[in-house]
């Protein structure tokens, strides 16, 4: 079946750090990408998309995503994190499967 | 602009009730469908359509019911409610005919459900 992973259930990193977020997905052919991101108390805002082509992907908010065929990842990152960015971040995947998501707690 | 808009946004209600959470679209999107978050699952796949008149169960359809009669409305209704089905449901539409999720979803804000 189609699937997506997030390993990690929660992350903490202080505020100007580096964030990565880890996404693997299960299936062999090119699969559509997605990351999402659900603010507290808010709905869920699309990040950035993964269609086929470049597989470096920029989006919103500073964030970008890299596509790795041969890890079957698709890892989330931003250089500097904001307080703004704690929040929950979901990989997501056709047939619109979500990751059970990674929690960002941004220190001061 | 209005969206994806859900109603209630909040719910209690007693086993055995039923209820009727509404969804409504502004944007003439074909796809819709309702996503159920529980903590550390993420979201599940209850129902979802690709039209007027036509529906599909998702991943975690039993309990549940939906129709769709116009391309705007996608109501979800619960006929029975059990306290399993305590959680935050949300609507989301897209653009296109098909579930292979290639556009982007807009999700509605969210309603929170308690089953006592």
């Known amino acids: 079946a189609q699937s997506v992973t997030q390993p990690d259930i929660h992350i903490t990193v202080s505020e100007g750090a580096s964030l990565e977020l880890r996404c693997n997905y299960s299936?062999?052919?090119?699969?559509?990408l997605f990351w999402y991101v659900q603010s507290p108390g808010q709905g869920l805002q699309l990040l950035l998309k993964y269609f086929s082509g470049d597989t470096l992907v920029q989006g919103i908010k500073g964030f970008e995503a890299e596509f790795k065929r041969s890890q079957s990842s698709f890892n989330l990152r931003k250089p500097s994190v904001h307080w703004s960015d704690a929040a929950e971040y979901f990989c997501?995947?056709?047939?619109?499967?979500f990751g059970a998501g990674t929690t960002v707690t941004v220190r001061a | 602009n209005a969206g994806v808009t859900q109603t209630p946004k909040f719910q209690v209600l007693k086993t055995g009730q039923s209820m009727t959470l509404q969804c409504a679209q502004d944007?003439?999107?074909?796809?819709m469908s309702w996503y159920r978050q529980d903590p550390g699952m993420g979201l599940r796949l209850i129902h979802y359509?690709?039209?007027?008149?036509?529906?599909d169960q998702g991943e975690v359809p039993n309990g549940y019911n939906v129709s769709r009669s116009t391309t705007e409305d996608f109501p979800l209704r619960l006929l029975s409610a059990a306290p399993s089905q305590t959680s935050v449901y949300f609507c989301?539409?897209?653009?296109?005919?098909?579930?292979?999720?290639?556009?982007?979803?807009?999700f509605g804000e969210g309603s929170r459900l308690t089953v006592l």
């Open positions: 997501v995947r056709p047939k619109l499967s």
């Open positions: 989301a539409s897209s653009s296109g005919r098909t579930a292979l999720g290639t556009g982007e979803l807009f």
């Open positions: 359509s690709v039209g007027a008149g036509i529906t």
């Open positions: 944007m003439n999107h074909e796809y």
């Open positions: 299936y062999g052919a090119t699969p559509y």
